[in-house]
Nanobody
Framework: QVRLEESGGELVQAGGSLRLSCAASGRAFSRSTMGWFRQAPGKEREFVAAITWSGDSTYSADSVKGRFTISRDNNKNTVYLQMNSLKPEDTAVYYC?????????????????WGQGTQVTVSS
């Protein structure tokens, strides 16, 4: 099992930047693919980005490519999502998720452990 807690969400103006953090605990973290998802009001949860357990491979949704970067520090049991050039349509609750002993996936049902989420609001 992997327990997750997100932080870093806040209100920011369009064009600004934020870095989200996801603190993890549990033995499986260092062998887990980690992902970020988001859910806006009235919309389904959508994939944002994922990173393999070693950090040597990442994958991002087209909507955030070139603006968001996922990274991890296994020594600190933390995953990050650096978000630049934020747009109002990025407004959502952002969730961190773990997929132990598995490759990168973009479907939320493939992730077994989830945090509570952190709110990101981008004003125009």
């Amino acid at each position: 099992q992997v327990r997750l807690e997100e932080s870093g969400g806040e209100l920011v103006q369009a064009g600004g930047s934020l870095r989200l953090s996801c603190a993890a605990s549990g033995r499986a973290f260092s062998r887990s693919t980690m992902g970020w998802f988001r859910q806006a009001p009235g919309k389904e949860r959508e994939f944002v980005a994922a990173i393999t357990w070693s950090g040597d491979s990442t994958y991002s949704a087209d909507s955030v490519k070139g603006r968001f970067t996922i990274s991890r520090d296994n020594n600190k049991n933390t995953v990050y999502l650096q978000m630049n050039s934020l747009k109002p349509e990025d407004t959502a609750v952002y969730y961190c998720a773990a997929r132990p002993y598995s490759a990168i996936g973009v479907v939320s049902t493939g992730y077994s452990n989830w945090g509570q989420g952190t709110q990101v609001t981008v004003s125009s």
